[in-house]
């Protein structure tokens, strides 16, 4: 049997706490209505989530190094993926996940897996180069909104598309799916 590398537990154990904490200050500010101005107001809730997404993903990238069957880890992610979607469809408090961090991680160890004759083929000087040119040109694309309503459901932004309503009658938001762009 294969000893584990410790340090990547640690650091994921600890990550799992940090995504607990900011999950349970996102359900009170955001659902329950608490006022969180220190997590609903600044740029810390930006940081906090890149800190355990980032640290999700370097993780991931790493063992894709380090796996035997990267499709078989990919289809994993997906199983969990799908179970997290389910879940949050069915409970419907707030929105379903539609990508979340887990859908990335299973998207981009599949993209791994699929290209990894080509990767094996790039130095690691062009490769982190490529990467971070394609980190720089896509930095901006969640705060994008660019019309693609056909993909709304996979949470990709559209315009007219979705939009929140609060109730009255509770401290909860409902995310429906309505086309309000005019039709020709």
């Given at each position: ?42 740029v ?32 994993k ?18 929105d ?58 996979l ?30």
């Open positions: 049997m294969q000893k584990r590398i410790t340090i990547f537990d640690t650091v994921r154990g600890f990550t799992m706490i940090s995504m607990a904490g900011f999950h349970a200050c996102y359900d009170l500010a955001y659902l329950y209505g608490w006022d969180m101005p220190w997590f609903t107001q600044t810390f809730q930006d940081i906090w989530r890149a800190s355990i997404s980032w640290v999700f993903l370097f993780i991931a990238g790493w063992m894709c190094t380090l796996s035997r069957n990267n499709i078989k880890r990919a289809a992610y997906a199983l969990a993926a799908l179970v997290v979607w389910l879940a949050t469809t069915l409970v419907s408090i707030d379903s996940v539609n990508f979340g961090i887990i859908y990335c991680m299973a998207a981009c160890t599949g993209i791994v897996a699929l290209t990894d004759p080509v990767l094996k083929k790039i130095s690691a000087r062009w490769g982190m180069s490529l990467c971070l040119l394609l980190f720089a040109l896509t930095w901006s694309i969640p705060k994008t909104i660019y019309p693609v309503p056909h993909l709304a459901w949470g990709f932004p559209s315009r007219g598309l979705s939009q929140v309503i609060t109730t009255p009658s509770s401290r909860f938001s409902l995310c429906i799916l309505q086309d309000t762009t005019p039709h020709t």
